[in-house]
């Protein structure tokens, strides 16, 4: 059972199954926690996926263009920028979605159908941390800052891709990796080059194919209510799918740095060890094992980071 009320003792179980366990959110006062779930602060593997991305760029942006390693601050803006623009575009999705939430069970007890907040409150919510974004927006090159703008449109139609498209996976791997390209702009004050493009399309797959090791633990909920998911279009050959998703994650990654001019392209092999042990991992019926290896994908992104700022 889950409880309905925002403030929970240890020894009680979150608000959804997918939050990590007595995460720093269960010990905030409770009129602070259901702000802070509407965020997915209790689930910060969401705001590692967004912000790998933007690393990866300006690690490799730095590296290729002989500035070694890239500025700290810079860093340090994403993953702030990370934090409110992720926590935003969950507060948005919850918004869109209140109605689906509340009859999937995952998700019934999120703050919107669970009763903790207000739809004025999330709203709010939502425009307080916009706010956050544009203030780190605003500390970027004029460069980044229009590439920056270019995702708007992706973050505002992403919840509604479920409703109209089996692949809203694809979607989110068009959104959560554009990063890739704003990285590459605040380093070199320039539009995306190949390897950033290369980069973005890489991150694509690899959302494609962690994504739908998420969405496989929603198959039966999300067929009750009528929500589409690449999981779903994928039926039984779901583990052939992330498999394929993984391999052209691999092989774009390896375009990227040859292209960024890097020699050690080797140093990507961790990283697709990683993919391949998920892949031969995956249970799509074990519905902890697929969140376990979701979450994996943190190391996996760190792994390419490494690759990225030892390029050259």
Known sequence: MHQSSGSFSPDQPPVTPDAVRGSWVERMPSGWQPYL???????PIGTWLLLLPC????????????????DLTLLLLFALGAIAMRGAGCTFNDIVDRDIDARVARTRNRPLPGGHVTLAQAWVWLFMQCL????????????????????????????????????????LGLTFNWGALVGWSAVTGDWPALPALLMYAAGV???????????FQD????????????????????????????????VLLLACLYAAGSGKVWLLLPAF???????????????????HLFRSNRDCGLLVWGACLFAM
């Open 37 to 43: 779930r509407l965020s997915r602060l209790d689930r």
């Open 55 to 70: 690393w990866w760029s300006a690690s490799l942006a730095s590296a290729s263009t002989g500035q070694g390693f890239p």
């Open 132 to 171: 956050v974004g544009l203030a780190v927006l605003l500390m970027l090159t004029p460069a980044a800052q229009v590439v920056a703008l270019g995702s708007i449109a992706l973050v505002a139609a992403y919840p509604f891709m479920k409703r109209i498209t089996w692949w809203p996976q694809a979607w």
């Open 205 to 215: 797959f690899w959302t494609l194919g962690y994504d739908t090791i998420y969405a």
């Open 219 to 250: 198959m039966e909920d999300d067929a009750l209510v009528g929500v589409r998911s690449s999981a779903r279009r994928l039926g039984s050959h779901g583990r052939a799918g992330v498999s394929v998703f993984y391999m052209l994650t691999s």
């Open 273 to 291: 060890v990683h993919m391949a042990w998920q892949v031969r991992t995956l249970r799509p019926e074990n519905t902890p094992l697929c969140l």
